[in-house]
């Protein structure tokens, strides 16, 4: 297995070779790799080449080195989407040739909380539809949406009728969204949300928390969503001005 008789630069074999084995299957998506000791041994190179060799590895994201617990290859995103674009959960997983479902957990209406009142401009009596679902892609759970609408706007209770919010939203209440706010936080392990998400103590989450608003410029959809980080790709296209 040893790669010394390769007269390139001896990191960029390394590399090479590591993504043809992750290629050919022989290390898996998701499979830890061998110790740095034990790999640098079958390679047949030095240990401070191998970690350069992880380093760029790990910058083109073809692996996911965790301190104190190993090198571990990426899971491809199944889901990708340009930040730029609004499209619906429900549009992402169905782009993907998935079929979207959605698991309800909790729709009620409430008394906005001071942080809502803020957010949407609210008077202190606003009532707020708060609805708790969980998203699946061929029945597997890939997002927890955590979702407010102020009750002016809608008056119906929230269910499972409609798949997606912004659908819902046009039909029921005549608003479509025409653009949204986002910001974006990584978020290691959730006590609550990752077993929601049947995610694995090492598994990263992505949040998008996002301000919807209508075609008249009202704050009308404050959504949380909470991504399997290993499932979904976002991109943003930046251009210079």
Known sequence: ???????????????????????????????????????????????????????ILEDENVVIRKHGVGTFVRTRALFSSGIEELFSVTDMIERAGKKAGTTFI????????????????????DDIHVIERVRT???????????????????????????SLLELLEKEANRRIMYAVTKIEPLGFHDRISGILECPPESAILVLKQMHYDQHDDPILYSCNYFKADKFNFTVVRRRM
Do not use: W
């Open 106 to 125: 909790s729709s009620s209406v409430k008394q906005a909380t001071d942080e809502i009142i803020t957010k949407f401009n609210l008077s202190g009596s």
């Open 137 to 163: 892609a061929d029945g597997e759970p890939v997002v927890y949406c955590l979702d407010h609408i102020p009750k002016m706007y809608l008056n119906k209770m929230v269910h499972h009728q409609y798949e």
């Open 1 to 55: 297995m040893s790669i010394k008789t390769d007269h390139r630069l001896l990191y960029l074999k390394v590399i090479e070779k590591i993504k043809d084995d992750i290629e050919s299957g022989y290390y898996e998506e998701g499979e830890k790799l061998p110790s740095e000791f034990e790999l640098s041994k079958q390679l047949g190179i030095s240990r401070a080449t191998l970690r350069e060799a992880l380093r």
